[in-house]
């Protein structure tokens, strides 16, 4: 089983491309999905990489982080699981709790 990474505190120029490629030299990668903002399209400045074993994601997250890309230090950690959303900030009535007077 593969092992997904977080990858942090990167530049808005880096793509998914470039982080395959980086990412490649420690073994194989099997996405490279750099987050982007749905209405601009314009990056989050972290993405999420999947190796294809954890012996490789380790190697890449020793030799590659606080490593300078396009300017920026990357910040690679083991990805954490998602957790379960409520469905975000729903306020009941369109109110909200807070009252002005």
Same mark, same amino acid.
């Given at each position: 089983?593969?092992?997904? *990474?977080? !990858?942090?505190?990167? &530049?808005?120029?880096?793509?998914?491309? @470039? *982080?395959?490629?980086?990412?490649? =030299?420690? +073994?194989?990668?099997? &996405?490279?999905? !750099?987050?982007?903002?749905? =209405?601009?399209?314009?990056?989050? +400045?972290?993405?999420?990489?999947?190796?294809?074993?954890? +012996?490789?994601? @380790?190697?890449?997250? @020793? #030799? *590659?982080?606080?490593?300078? !890309?396009?300017?920026?230090?990357?910040?690679?950690? =083991?990805? #954490?699981?998602? =957790?379960?959303? &409520?469905?975000?900030?729903?306020?009941?009535?369109?109110?909200?709790?807070?009252?002005?007077?």
């Amino acid at each position: 089983m593969g092992k997904k *990474l977080y !990858v942090g505190n990167l &530049s808005y120029t880096v793509d998914s491309n @470039q *982080l395959t490629n980086l990412f490649a =030299e420690f +073994g194989t990668v099997d &996405s490279a999905n !750099v987050i982007t903002d749905r =209405e601009t399209g314009r990056s989050k +400045g972290f993405a999420f990489i999947e190796m294809s074993t954890d +012996g490789e994601a @380790q190697t890449a997250i @020793q #030799k *590659l982080n606080g490593s300078e !890309v396009s300017g920026r230090a990357m910040n690679i950690s =083991e990805a #954490k699981p998602q =957790e379960n959303r &409520s469905g975000g900030n729903r306020r009941s009535g369109g109110f909200s709790s807070r009252r002005s007077y």
